[in-house]
């Protein structure tokens, strides 16, 4: 299985961008990237996902090196509530399914 | 509207008394996953199921057993629950190739 390795923790201030590093280097040329996001007590939640072109929604972009062993997620604008423990996700393929493999996440702090 | 329910949101049971966490979903979604997540770790899948297909993780304990009596519904057996089986408990479905997994907010289970 594809392994991710992140920053343990990152901060930013409130306002500007924050940038969240991701090491995937044994990644298979099938497997997607997916990030996810997991405020205290509740569920993960789905922020954006990627194969090899950088992509961008209306919460963070997503940026992929060519050789594909490394990722970025932006949050362009990093407020209060994006204080939360950020996961990289290898999405791993099986014989008939997927499965998420999460990395061991980045806790970011956003400051005032 | 939440589209992933799990049920109860807290858990509490006796040591080595069988205990059942529930988790539906509104989606149609063909695949479930059940992750297993300790306090300061990241969620650890325990198994998947691709319609009725079953995928066990490799090293999932035999105590822990699933069911999916229908698309909607999927069930985690603790069969003996041990103090190191306290965790939130969280499932999440999927459907497609390309897409994200949605989360439920988890079970808290404490083994007393």
């Known amino acids: 299985d594809a392994k991710t390795t992140q920053p343990t923790s990152m901060d930013c201030a409130e306002g500007r961008a924050a940038n969240l590093p991701c090491n995937h280097s044994t990644i298979s040329g099938n497997e997607y990237v997916y990030w996810y996001r997991q405020i205290h007590s509740q569920g993960p939640q789905y922020i954006i996902h990627g194969l090899k072109n950088n992509e961008t929604n209306e919460m963070a972009s997503l940026i992929i090196t060519e050789d594909r062993k490394s990722s970025t997620l932006i949050l362009p604008h990093a407020t209060l509530r994006d204080t939360a423990v950020y996961y990289c996700i290898v999405r791993v393929r099986m014989d008939s399914s997927y499965k998420l493999i999460f990395g061991s996440g980045t806790r970011l702090l956003v400051r005032p | 509207d939440a589209m992933v329910i799990q049920n109860p949101r807290y858990q509490v049971t006796q040591f080595g008394k069988p205990v059942t966490l529930s988790c539906s979903q509104t989606l149609n979604h063909n695949v479930m996953y059940w992750y297993q997540q300790k306090s300061s770790q990241a969620p650890k899948l325990l198994f998947h199921y691709y319609d009725k297909d079953f995928n066990n993780e490799a090293d999932t304990p035999d105590n822990f057993q699933s069911r999916r009596p229908n698309t909607s519904f999927c069930f985690l057996d603790i069969r003996s629950p041990g103090l190191g089986d306290a965790a939130m408990y969280l499932c999440?479905?999927?459907?497609?190739?390309?897409?994200?997994?949605?989360f439920g907010q988890g079970t808290r289970l404490t083994v007393v």
């Open positions: 999440a479905s999927r459907t497609g190739l390309n897409t994200e997994a949605f």
